[in-house]
């Protein structure tokens, strides 16, 4: 990274990967902060004139996470117990920190396998309803959903439009079977 660069950086914060980033811009909140500084009329150096620019930046930019697309069996409940798993297991990492008396640990530790047991069954559970569901989908619509998964899957780009006279051709006497 060039000196320059690392200088532009300067106060803006740790780095982060601009895809992971949604970024929305409050124009307005810019420009009067700008207003704000211009409007006083006082003589501003070029260094601090950069700062205060960086600061209008940093008050109307609002940049968030964006979260990741859930899979499509993921359901409430899954989440809820999730959640309920990585409080537990918080709880624990807490009591093995402290040194906590072992009763206290060991009852922390099987709540917590039970829960991370209760959540893997729960999910395969899930999984497996959602695929039976997709077979089904399949024997009515092939191009549904569960084409556009194994498309997604594969990694392959979308396919260009084919008519319903051209699809039957392609098939042909292929047999779709489970």
């Not at 780009?157 to 042909?172: A, C, F, N, W």
Request: proline share 2%; net charge positive; charged share 35%.
């Amino acid at each position: 990274m060039s000196k320059l660069a690392k200088n532009n950086r300067q106060g803006l914060g740790p780095k982060r990967k601009s895809a992971d980033l949604k970024f929305e811009v409050d124009w307005q909140t810019f420009k009067n902060t700008i207003e704000l500084i211009a409007g006083n009329g006082v003589d501003v150096s070029h260094e601090s004139g950069a700062k205060l620019i960086r600061l209008a930046y940093k008050n109307s930019i609002k940049a968030g996470r964006q979260r990741k697309k859930v899979p499509y069996w993921w359901t409430d409940s899954i989440s809820s117990k999730r959640e309920e798993c990585l409080r537990t297991r918080r709880i624990l990492t807490r009591l093995r920190k402290r040194k906590a008396q072992t009763e206290a640990c060991a009852a922390a530790k099987a709540m917590y396998w039970s829960n991370k047991k209760e959540l893997s069954k729960l999910i395969s559970r899930t999984k497996k309803r959602f695929w039976e569901e997709l077979c089904l989908e399949i024997d009515s619509d092939i191009w549904g959903g569960a084409y556009k998964i194994v498309l997604k899957r594969a990694g392959c780009l979308t396919p260009y439009e084919v008519s319903m006279d051209m699809r039957k051709q392609i098939i042909g006497g292929v047999e779709l079977t489970r």
